[in-house]
């Protein structure tokens, strides 16, 4: 007998009839003889509605306020669970954030998990009760619901496996694991039957949209195994530790052996990227803090950085990457220090492209670097801007060729399946 939980993300929540699939996914897995908790997101596209509501209510609402109402839609979905699942003949119940409680800090909106009470909830388990919570949502200390951010249902789920010392996590999504690359672009990308937990949260972190970044961030904390599964399977399908997705483990899960013969995980991409260029800035010490610290103030994240070489008047361009959808405040706080800076002018370009090569194998193999450049080189794309860390090379091209280098990569690095 295995202690699970199970994620399901809003598309497998969306009406009535996902709902009835997901609980016989559920029931399965519990007629196995498992001790089970599901997690629950709200169903596809109700969070936006609910945000529009607080957004119609009060322009500049109360984030406390805003908690309640967009944390409503994973308690339907809950609820919804709880009674398919009794329908079915299982015996389920719902655990609201504050039932167990799941304590927070009080940031609404973006709260971070400070603990989670077990005891009931490891009791009701044990007597074979399937406890169904939704994500997302917690409780301050000043006995408030607090929500998790955008995506916070994962992070909800392992939170939960961690503290219900589970054997594992199964994240259901649209997807049936995790590929070298977008199969959208990619026909033969393949799936991968084992990524480390630092590989995963650099390509969640670079593009991937499989897992959110903060969840694998806290299952590498937590040594939580996580699974990648879809459910969108057949009615008659197999449990899934029959039908295994992509197991998310730490280093030591995966032979040595596989480790060196796997010199590149998988290739991602981001369009969320913008490009700005301060020209003429001073090429002095003192220079550079000026543009960042104010930016970091503003929780603004810079990635890509370059310097270009001086020019004669001692001025020199600044260039670096945020997310598209901070360009607007970052280009507003540079026009407002234009004076203390001192450069010239903001050049700014949204069409752009990260794209990224990511793998344990870098840490014991040259050369990584070099193929990806040639490989770009021999197709004619420009590299505007390069970063690396110890297992990624990420580079920044033009939006139009994105599609056309992930294929030049994936070739490149030997991924295409067979």
């Not at 209510?57 to 009794?86: C, F, H, R």
């Not at 056309?404 to 067979?418: I, M, N, Q, S, W």
Request: glycine fraction near 8%.
């Amino acid at each position: 007998m295995a202690r699970i939980v199970m994620k399901f993300g809003g598309t497998s929540m969306a009406g009535t009839e996902r709902i009835r699939r997901v609980a016989q996914i559920v029931k399965a897995q519990t007629d196995r003889g498992d001790e089970v908790a599901v997690v629950v997101s709200a169903m596809a596209g109700d969070t936006d509605r609910l945000v529009n509501f607080c957004r119609e209510a009060n322009a500049l609402y109360d984030p406390a306020e805003y908690d309640v109402v967009v944390a409503a839609g994973e308690q339907i979905t809950s609820g919804l669970l709880a009674m398919t699942l009794q329908a079915l003949g299982a015996q389920a119940r719902s655990w609201m954030g504050w039932q167990m409680p799941v304590q927070t800090g009080s940031a609404h909106s973006k709260a971070k998990i400070d603990d989670i009470t077990t005891d009931q909830l490891l009791e009701s388990m044990g007597a074979g009760q399937i406890a169904v919570i939704p994500g997302f949502q917690g409780l301050s200390d000043k006995n408030r619901i607090t929500t998790l951010g955008r995506g916070g249902s994962d992070t909800s789920a392992v939170a939960v496996a961690a503290a219900v010392k589970a054997d594992r996590c199964d994240i259901y999504t649209d997807v049936d694991g995790v590929y070298t690359t977008d199969p959208r672009i990619v026909a033969r990308a393949r799936k991968l039957k084992a990524v480390t937990f630092e590989e995963m949260l650099e390509l969640a972190s670079v593009g991937a949209k499989v897992l959110q970044t903060r969840s694998v961030g806290l299952a590498m904390k937590e040594n939580v195994r996580i699974q990648v599964l879809s459910s969108f399977t057949d009615e008659d399908a197999p449990a899934a530790d029959t039908i295994p997705g992509t197991m998310i483990v730490g280093d030591e899960e995966i032979e040595g052996s596989d480790v060196e013969r796997q010199l590149i995980t998988g290739i991602a991409h981001d369009k969320n990227e913008a490009k700005v260029t301060l020209t003429r800035v001073p090429d002095q010490p003192g220079a550079v803090a000026h543009i960042f610290e104010p930016l970091s103030d503003a929780s603004i994240n810079v990635d890509m950085i370059i310097q270009n070489v001086g020019r004669d008047k001692g001025e020199t361009d600044v260039t670096f990457t945020v997310p598209a959808a901070d360009l607007a405040r970052a280009t507003d706080i540079l026009e407002n220090m234009r004076e203390k800076i001192g450069f010239n002018r903001v050049i700014s370009d949204t069409r752009v492209t990260k794209i990224s090569v990511v793998g344990v194998g870098m840490k014991s193999h040259a050369g990584v670097a070099s193929t990806m450049f040639s490989a770009l080189a021999d197709r004619k794309i420009n590299i505007q801007a390069i970063t690396t860390s110890e297992i990624k090379v990420s580079v920044l091209i033009d939006e139009d060729e994105t599609e056309l280098a992930v294929r030049v990569l994936h070739t490149a690095y030997g991924l295409d399946a067979e």
